[in-house]
């Protein structure tokens, strides 16, 4: 694969990396890619944009927001223990709505997909969903290209985060890395979409506190904090790429939580085929099984994240990269 690991890369056992891993070769989907359509051009009737997109965004919309209200006179306990154990899931399946529809995998007008994202960011509390998509794109074209990935941890948090407290910390917090590193990284100035997605998110959050109150945009809010943080379905976010197998950089997670997710699990055949909706995945693995069978994959995220806090050998370091000059561009 043509690794490298810089030149004061600590190999000693138990010793966590100085350096990323670094590739000279380009990224591995564009050519497994290619491969595979040569030998199994039918998955091309894959692609195409999931017909039940909008109902299930839709109910899960309502759904959240109903809650919320109904919580308008609950006591905080009661408020943070719905947040960890119910609103964190259906929130964060909104996120990974927004990222399917970042593929615009709902409808095949792209502006129906940008509205639907707007919609689906509702309940988030924050604004991200026009954003998210400029930087999601990049990490498909041109992942781990250092300075333009913006999925690759910055230098700040490879020097914070170096023993097992920083990293359970960095874990909690880790969607305000993820939300912030880009804007302080690689800002990329505001356009109409961002003001529209600025604009009604505000409205939406200020018209939940007039009707009813501070606590129903709380539960909002901290669904979405713990469900990104210390949390079984964040354990997404580090089994995607982070590396714990030297010669791969995309792992995917093959269990139940997929079904809450949008198959997200489904990670290596996401990048391989970003133009297949969430549901129909498995059958890339189904028709093209050689392809798959030998990579590394995951079963659980909760393990994934007790792996990234333990091993003494993973942390921010445990990512690939490579120089833009090397990278091709992929679809």
């Given at each position: 694969?043509?690794l490298?690991?810089?030149?004061?890369?600590?190999?000693?056992?138990?010793v966590?990396?100085?350096?990323?891993?670094?590739?000279?070769?380009?990224?591995?989907?564009?050519?497994?890619?290619r491969?595979?359509?040569?030998?199994?051009?039918?998955?091309k009737?894959?692609?195409?944009?999931?017909?039940?997109?909008?109902?299930?965004?839709?109910?899960?919309?309502?759904?959240?927001?109903?809650?919320?209200?109904?919580l308008?006179?609950?006591?905080?306990?009661?408020?943070?223990?719905?947040?960890?154990?119910?609103?964190?899931?259906?929130?964060?399946?909104?996120?990974?709505?927004?990222?399917?529809?970042?593929?615009?995998?709902a409808?095949?007008?792209?502006?129906?997909?940008?509205?639907?994202?707007?919609?689906?960011?509702?309940?988030?509390?924050?604004?991200?969903?026009?954003?998210?998509?400029?930087?999601?794109?990049?990490?498909?074209?041109?992942q781990?290209?250092?300075?333009?990935?913006?999925?690759?941890?910055?230098?700040?948090?490879?020097?914070?985060?170096?023993?097992?407290?920083?990293?359970?910390?960095?874990?909690?917090?880790?969607?305000?890395?993820?939300?912030?590193?880009?804007?302080?990284?690689?800002?990329?100035?505001?356009?109409?979409?961002?003001?529209?997605?600025?604009?009604?998110?505000?409205?939406?959050?200020?018209?939940?506190?007039?009707?009813?109150?501070?606590?129903?945009?709380?539960?909002?809010?901290?669904?979405?904090?713990?469900?990104?943080?210390?949390?079984?379905?964040?354990?997404?976010?580090?089994?995607?790429?982070?590396?714990?197998?030297?010669?791969?950089?995309t792992?995917?997670?093959?269990?139940?939580?997929?079904?809450?997710?949008?198959?997200?699990?489904?990670?290596?055949?996401?990048?391989?085929?970003p133009?297949?909706?969430?549901?129909?995945?498995?059958?890339?693995?189904?028709?093209?099984?050689?392809?798959?069978?030998?990579?590394?994959?995951?079963k659980?995220?909760?393990?994934?994240?007790?792996m990234?806090?333990?091993?003494?050998?993973?942390?921010?370091?445990?990512?690939?990269?490579?120089?833009?000059?090397?990278?091709?561009?992929?679809?």
């Amino acid at each position: 694969m043509g690794l490298g690991r810089g030149e004061d890369r600590e190999e000693k056992e138990g010793v966590m990396a100085t350096d990323f891993f670094w590739s000279y070769t380009d990224e591995p989907h564009a050519s497994r890619r290619r491969q595979i359509l040569s030998q199994y051009p039918q998955i091309k009737e894959l692609f195409g944009p999931d017909p039940w997109a909008l109902l299930k965004v839709t109910l899960v919309v309502l759904l959240q927001l109903g809650t919320a209200t109904l919580l308008r006179n609950a006591g905080w306990l009661k408020i943070l223990a719905i947040s960890y154990f119910f609103g964190s899931f259906l929130n964060h399946n909104l996120f990974l709505a927004i990222h399917e529809l970042s593929h615009n995998l709902a409808f095949s007008t792209p502006v129906y997909n940008r509205w639907l994202g707007i919609f689906a960011n509702l309940p988030i509390g924050v604004p991200m969903s026009v954003t998210f998509q400029k930087y999601h794109l990049e990490h498909h074209r041109f992942q781990g290209v250092d300075g333009i990935d913006m999925d690759i941890p910055s230098l700040t948090e490879t020097r914070l985060v170096k023993n097992v407290v920083a990293k359970s910390i960095w874990v909690i917090f880790q969607l305000f890395f993820y939300a912030f590193r880009p804007l302080f990284l690689k800002p990329k100035p505001p356009g109409f979409w961002e003001f529209l997605n600025f604009t009604i998110q505000i409205s939406l959050d200020m018209a939940m506190v007039h009707f009813w109150g501070w606590k129903s945009l709380a539960y909002l809010i901290l669904s979405t904090f713990v469900g990104g943080g210390m949390h079984p379905m964040a354990g997404h976010f580090i089994s995607e790429h982070y590396i714990f197998k030297p010669d791969q950089e995309t792992y995917s997670y093959y269990g139940p939580m997929n079904l809450l997710t949008w198959h997200v699990g489904y990670h290596n055949e996401h990048h391989d085929f970003p133009r297949i909706p969430g549901h129909r995945l498995h059958k890339v693995r189904e028709i093209a099984p050689e392809y798959y069978e030998g990579l590394a994959s995951y079963k659980s995220w909760s393990q994934v994240i007790y792996m990234y806090i333990m091993d003494r050998t993973v942390g921010p370091f445990s990512r690939m990269k490579r120089k833009a000059p090397a990278m091709k561009k992929c679809e």
